[in-house]
């Protein structure tokens, strides 16, 4: 079984561009969560989708991220425009329905470097 | 709210000898409790968790965490350290229904030293 794969899993953009990244999470899981890391700082939760729906979008710190789960399958957050403080990495997380407070699987994640 | 405090960003032990890695919890209501594991490039792995069953919690690798409530804490530990454990260890709190975020400490890196 494949586990949750993130794309890319560098990315180095100047401050203003725009990028997306993308999460695969393991085939039938209905949860899917976002998270970041800055440097130095505690792993924060974005954002939580069940299946295409948003459950919790609590963490996103501002309207320049734009979350999406097109047919409750692989997830994409946008960053537009990107500044100097959305460096970090980002996290993608699954886990399956009815199981939810049990365990998520992580991916490696997507190291985001604006400049 | 909850949140989890990590003691010590940087732990250093000779292989063999004991592994122990704090961290202490804040929650308004009953916890669950995560240790997860990173080991350099690549993602979060679970070591293991607490959701109310057994307070004294057996995970891969060897590790164990025991839940104290009195303490409010969930310590990982290991009798004898591996190069092979050298890694950065994160202790993760999530509150009993609803949501299911995970709320983080700010990791403990472990180095092992023949």
């Known amino acids: 079984e494949a586990g949750v794969t993130q794309f890319p899993s560098h990315s180095v953009i100047e401050k203003g561009q725009t990028v997306t990244l993308r999460c695969d999470p393991i085939?039938?899981?209905?949860?899917l969560y976002w998270y970041r890391r800055v440097m130095g700082k505690e792993i924060k939760f974005l954002l939580h989708?069940?299946?295409?729906?948003?459950?919790?979008e609590s963490g996103m710190p501002n309207n320049r991220f734009l979350a999406e789960r097109t047919g409750g399958t692989y997830s994409t957050l946008k960053v537009q425009p990107a500044e100097l403080e959305d460096s970090g990495v980002y996290f993608c997380?699954?886990?399956?329905?009815?199981?939810?407070?049990?365990?998520?699987?992580f991916g490696p994640g997507t190291r985001l470097t604006v400049t | 709210a909850q949140s989890v405090t990590q003691l010590g960003s940087h732990v250093s032990v000779s292989e063999g000898a004991l592994v122990l890695l704090r961290c202490n919890y804040s929650?308004?209501?009953?916890?669950?409790l995560f240790w997860y594991v990173q080991y350099p490039n690549q993602g979060l792995q679970l070591l293991l968790k607490?959701?109310?069953?057994?307070?004294l919690v057996k995970g891969i690798n060897g590790f164990e965490a025991e839940f104290k409530k009195s303490e409010t804490s969930f310590h990982l530990t290991k009798p004898s350290a591996h190069m092979s454990d050298a890694a950065e260890y994160f202790c993760?709190?999530?509150?009993?229904?609803?949501?299911?975020?995970?709320?983080f400490g700010t990791g403990t890196q472990l180095k092992v030293e023949l």
């Open positions: 989708f069940v299946k295409e729906s948003k459950q919790d």
């Open positions: 929650s308004s209501v009953p916890p669950y």
């Open positions: 085939s039938g899981h209905d949860n």
């Open positions: 993760a709190v999530s509150l009993t229904g609803g949501g299911n975020k995970l709320t």
């Open positions: 607490y959701t109310s069953a057994a307070t």
């Open positions: 997380a699954s886990s399956p329905r009815g199981r939810a407070l049990y365990e998520q699987y």
